[in-house]
């Protein structure tokens, strides 16, 4: 799951760089209102913990994808067709990144 904001200035997404899963982590990591650096403008401004959204991750969802894809092919050769179990993985990846993220926008901060 990756963290971003709006700009105020150039109105384009900026990354927030956070390991915090949900919003009161991320709270408690860099305070309820923080200063952030637009990457794409260079300016400087300030920012509210609920201002912050979660976008899903697409590298983890492709690294699910193709260890899905050898783990069905390994598996294929000693399992047969009961092999393609293991193509659930992906899936079971994707779920998990689209229920932290859901968790993450839902949840909101009093100012």
Known sequence: MNLFTKCTSCKKLTEVKSNASTRPE?????GDNFYINCTHCASDFKIHVNDVEAHTNATILII?????????????LFLGGIAVASFLIPVLVFQQQSKSTNAFNIYRIRR
């Open 26 to 30: 991320l709270a408690s990591e860099k």
């Open 64 to 76: 699910g994808v193709i260890l899905g894809l050898i783990l069905t092919a390994a598996l294929w």
